[in-house]
């Protein structure tokens, strides 16, 4: 069965400064891979997906991610925060088994952007 | 506009007292599922539908019910709400793939509390 692992739950970074949310998988099938966000009291929003083309994905708003199956990571960046970034993130994997492609989602990590 | 929507967004109930969500999407997809998020655990699925007047259990279905009798709506239903069910929940839907590329849009959310 597919699951998911975000290592960290917080994660601090100043205006500016990269950002670097980690993202592990595992799944028995190559996979499909999400990273969503939610800004405060909204819904999720698709940031990027990972559809075995091509191995970085470029999202919204900046942001990216690099498939390495070696690693079965998912990680996901961007160059440089703004304040606007501020926001929890979920990595999910689509979970192929039994005729709906449901979401195996992680725990999520918050990110702060301060000054 | 493309959304999905759900009401209410803030509920505050009693122990025992039946409540239903409604979910709504107006962009013809096949896939609706319901989510609940609580702190740590990421989004767990509830239930999901696979199209109309067909629904199936997630990993969390125990103490909820669903229907689905149109393609657009996809009502949640709790006919006897615990404290346990006290949650942010969120609706999705999704078209149908044949690649497993499941990219799921959300609702805002609702925000449970059950005294």
Redesign the interface.
């Given at each position: 069965a597919q699951s998911v692992t975000q290592l960290g739950s917080h994660v601090s970074v100043s205006e500016g400064a990269l950002v670097l949310l980690r993202c592990n998988y595992s799944s028995s099938v190559p996979p499909y891979l999400f990273w969503y966000v939610q800004y405060p009291n909204q819904g999720l929003q698709l940031l990027l997906k990972y559809t075995s083309a091509a191995t970085l994905v470029k999202g919204i708003n900046g942001f990216e991610a690099e498939f390495k199956k070696s690693e079965t990571s998912f990680h996901l960046t961007k160059p440089s925060a703004h304040m606007s970034d501020a926001a929890e993130y979920f990595c999910a994997v689509s979970d192929q088994g039994g005729g709906y492609n449901k979401l195996i989602f992680g725990a999520g990590t918050r990110l702060a952007v301060h000054p | 506009e493309a959304q999905?929507t759900q009401n209410p967004r803030y509920l505050i109930t009693v122990t025992g007292k039946k409540l239903t969500v409604t979910c709504s999407q107006n962009m013809n997809h096949e896939?609706m599922?319901w989510?609940r998020q609580d702190p740590?655990?990421?989004?767990?699925?509830i239930y999901?539908s696979?199209n109309v007047e067909v629904t199936?259990k997630?990993d969390v279905p125990e103490g909820y019910k669903v229907s689905r009798k149109e393609k657009r709506n996809f009502p949640l239903i709790l006919e006897s709400p615990s404290p346990n069910q006290t949650s942010l929940y969120?609706c999705?839907s999704s078209p149908r793939?044949a690649?497993?590329?499941?990219?799921?849009f959300?609702?805002?959310?609702t925000r449970l509390t059950v005294l």
């Open positions: - | 999905v896939y599922s989510y740590g655990l990421g989004l767990r699925q999901y696979m199936d997630g969120f999705a793939s690649g497993g590329i499941n990219e799921q959300f609702g805002p959310g």
